[in-house]
């Protein structure tokens, strides 16, 4: 995963785009199946999804952790 991270924080703004823009998709694909009651990602993009979402979540926390 070390080649991957470092491919990450290698483009400055690429971090807070795939941070912010999985969140925004999955929040809101939980706006249209809670109001619009119309899946907006199928299961095989959803899951993916969360994956990236969980990771960048990770790698944030990492990141604060060696600050510190």
């Known amino acids: 995963m070390d080649k991957l991270e470092k491919l990450i ?3 400055k703004y690429l971090p807070p785009f ?3 823009g999985s969140a925004g998709l999955i929040g809101f694909d939980i ?3 809670l109001f619009k009651e119309v899946e907006f ?3 095989y993009v959803e899951t993916p999804l969360f994956i990236l979402f969980f990771y960048m979540t990770y790698l ?4 604060l952790k060696k600050k510190k």
């Open 9 to 11: 924080y290698f483009h």
């Open 18 to 20: 795939l941070y912010f």
């Open 31 to 33: 706006y249209s199946d």
């Open 41 to 43: 990602l199928n299961q």
């Open 60 to 63: 944030g926390l990492k990141n």
